[in-house]
């Protein structure tokens, strides 16, 4: 018997019950409520994550508090989706209580009583004109992401937020890009919490982690629904999430010609754009983008040397290098570095969005694949707009790629020897 077996053996029932209840030892650090002064607390998280028994356990708080923040609104996509989850649930209020705690639930009535006189009641946001008349001291809301009347059920529940000396309310919900999460977030008396469905892997059957997750790790689908981020796209952007992650592969086959392009930024100060660089081989006729190894604040020096470092260890045919704003200045920093390194200054004769054109119907075509994910790649590129910015800046890592692709499947040039990454 080990330390712990000996420990829960000193323990009468009501110790362990207790023990087992007591959600400040089993949660983690992202399932608890943050601290300072919050008005709504949104907890992103992917399929799995603990959301749910988040919820559960800070509404239980509510209304075992020494003065209970009651009545409390349970606000689901509909009412049996709130009953199913997030009463009844596996999560649920009524799985999460100890036995002298547990409410009541009248299902008819759609409303739960604890012992103490705390009150839950069941909305749908089905229904956004159910929340005229009352009101709350407290509100959980549940997969907001999922509701089919959000901005307006979101707006009669803020009204009927009106009890107690602080109304709170706590937002679960697996992300999606919709207007009023982007409202949520952009309150000052907003706090973000996220957790990741790995996080919660113990608590998870092995098939699932193994089949689902080990399934859309790595692709856009899976950093919505697993990792819990919110991956905005522009309407009138030139790609589309789901084109790249069907032509996205795990490896590169030998490849017979790589180059490394890069997209320095005009200046290096604090403000400056990132120096955009990309990695990318060609195989028959397809490109496969290896890297996207951007970064930024970078001197000249600093950047050249990482260009420098990836020609070496990708083996590359040459650097493919933007001199429109710095001129010989570009091509003299990276061989300042490596005085043999092979550069092929481009120009930009055309806009960002008709210089991206042609690289964009390669995708549409399956002639570009994505090795792996590149996640910050990708945010620019499903957001890049019309006026060549994504999401108002500039799209170095966009712009990289776009030299790396044009270089390697729109340029007539001899193929090199065939090599293996």
Same mark, same amino acid.
């Given at each position: ?23 400040? =030892? ?10 300072g ?22 509404v239980r ?14 606000v ?37 009583e604890?012992?103490?006189?705390? =009150? ?6 089905a ?13 959980w ?22 009890l107690g ?13 919709m ?10 008396? +907003? ?27 790595? +692709? ?8 819990? #981020?919110?991956l905005q ?24 010609? =790589?180059?490394?392009?890069?997209d ?17 081989g ?8 290896? !890297?996207? !190894? +951007? ?9 050249a040397?990482k260009?420098?470092e990836?020609?070496?260890?990708y ?6 290098? #933007? ?25 930009a ?5 008709l ?33 060549g ?15 790396a692709v044009?270089?390697l ?6 193929r090199?020897?065939?090599?293996? =990454?």
């Amino acid at each position: 018997m080990n330390r712990i077996d000996q420990l829960l053996a000193q323990l009468d029932h009501d110790e362990l019950e207790a023990l087992k209840f007591d959600w400040s =030892i089993w949660a983690r650090r992202s399932q608890l409520p943050p601290n300072g002064d919050w008005t709504t607390w949104l907890l992103l998280g992917g399929r799995g994550a603990g959301k749910t028994r988040a919820g559960a356990e800070w509404v239980r708080a509510s209304a075992m508090a020494q003065k209970p923040k009651s009545p409390i609104a349970l606000v689901g996509e509909t009412l049996a989706d709130a009953r199913a989850v997030m009463v009844e649930g596996h999560s649920g209020l009524m799985s999460i209580h100890p036995t002298s705690e547990r409410p009541s639930f009248h299902r008819a009535r759609n409303e739960l009583e604890w012992p103490n006189g705390a =009150i839950a009641r069941l909305y749908s946001a089905a229904d956004p004109e159910s929340l005229r008349g009352p009101q709350f001291a407290s509100a959980w809301c549940d997969e907001v992401c999922k509701w089919g009347h959000a901005d307006e059920t979101w707006d009669m529940l803020q009204f009927c937020m009106r009890l107690g000396e602080r109304p709170q309310q706590l937002v679960t919900t697996t992300p999606k890009p919709m207007k009023l999460l982007k409202r949520i977030i952009d309150d000052p008396m +907003t706090r973000v919490s996220k957790v990741k469905t790995q996080d919660n892997r113990k608590n998870l059957a092995p098939a699932f982690l193994n089949h689902i997750v080990g399934q859309y790790r790595g +692709t856009s689908l899976g950093r919505q629904e697993l990792e819990g #981020e919110i991956l905005q796209s522009a309407d009138d952007a030139l790609w589309s999430r789901q084109l790249i992650d069907l032509n996205r592969v795990a490896t590169a086959p030998e490849l017979e010609r =790589i180059v490394v392009a890069v997209d320095p930024p005009v200046t290096s100060h604090d403000k400056s754009d990132s120096c955009g660089i990309v990695v990318a081989g060609l195989f028959e006729e397809s490109v496969y983008v290896l !890297a996207d !190894a +951007t970064i930024s604040k970078a001197s000249p020096l600093k950047w050249a040397r990482k260009v420098v470092e990836l020609y070496e260890y990708y083996q590359a045919d040459c650097v493919v290098a #933007e001199v429109n704003q710095g001129g010989d200045l570009v091509s003299n920093a990276l061989l300042q570095v490596e005085p043999s390194l092979p550069v092929k200054s481009v120009h930009a004769k055309r806009g960002k969005w008709l210089r991206a054109e042609p690289v964009a119907l390669l995708y549409e075509r399956g002639c570009v694949r994505h090795v792996g994910l590149l996640a910050e790649l990708e945010d620019q590129m499903c957001n890049f707009s019309v006026d060549g910015r994504s999401n108002g800046h500039s799209p170095d890592r966009l712009d990289a790629l776009v030299w790396a692709v044009a270089e390697l499947a729109l340029n007539k040039r001899q193929r090199p020897r065939i090599r293996n =990454i």
